[in-house]
T-cell receptor, first 113, second 111 residues
């Protein structure tokens, strides 16, 4: 069966520090991968999605970047965190296409101080 | 993108059925209607999705209007663990199969 792993679960980082969040999927190949962010008390915002290795699409301009170095690995990064980067970051995967559901990871709660 | 309208909040009593409505009057003919829910401090969880016909699974039922401009998620017997934010999301080729979340309906369940 397919599983999605996301870590760390919580993270407290100072302003200006770098960030690296990792997401891996097991039990499937060539998944579509997604990064979402949920600010406190708000809805989920799609940040990036990827349909294959090295293919990254950005949904909103921001201080973050994403990379997909391997088929089932998706990384969210920042060179210098801002206070506004605080939030709940969620990785998700799907088989691609609207006829398939998404499976979300358990999320990383990031607090920038 | 298809716009959705959902009530901000709803209340239900435990062990009673719950009908969560969603209007998506601008839905495209090829858009699937997805429903997800998010429990506090957790990631969203897939509930159900459909295209034209009503759908049932172990979690819920999805009733889709004949003109597809609205749908209703039905929880047959609400439990306290069903308290969550429920999102109705049309998704199809126009969105590249992506899920764009709105504000959803916050469901509270009273014992």
């Amino acid at each position: 069966s397919q599983t999605i792993h996301q870590w760390p679960a919580t993270l407290v980082q100072p302003v200006g520090s770098p960030l690296s969040l990792e997401c891996t999927v097991e039990g499937t190949s060539n998944p579509n991968l997604y990064w979402y962010r949920q600010a406190a008390g708000r809805g989920l915002q799609l940040l990036f999605y990827s349909v294959g290795i090295g293919q990254i699409s950005s949904e909103v301009p921001q201080n973050l970047s994403a990379s997909r170095p391997q088929d089932r690995q998706f990384i969210l990064s920042s060179k210098k965190l801002l206070l506004s980067d605080s939030g709940f970051y969620l990785c998700a995967w799907s088989e691609g296409g609207a006829q398939y559901g998404y499976t979300f990871g358990s999320g990383t709660r990031l607090t920038v101080v | 993108d298809a716009k959705t309208t959902q009530p901000n909040s709803m209340e239900s009593n435990e062990e009673e059925p719950v009908h969560l409505p969603c209007n998506h009057s601008t839905i495209s003919g090829t858009d699937y209607i997805h429903w997800y829910r998010q429990l506090p401090s957790q990631g969203p969880e897939y509930v159900i999705h459909g295209l034209t016909s009503n759908v049932n699974n172990r979690m819920a039922s999805l009733a889709i209007a004949e003109d597809r401009k609205s749908s209703t998620l039905i929880l047959h017997r609400a439990t306290l663990r069903d308290a969550a934010v429920y999102y109705c999301i049309p998704s199809g080729w126009n969105q590249g199969g992506k899920l764009i979340f709105g504000q959803g309906t916050e469901l509270s369940v009273k014992p």
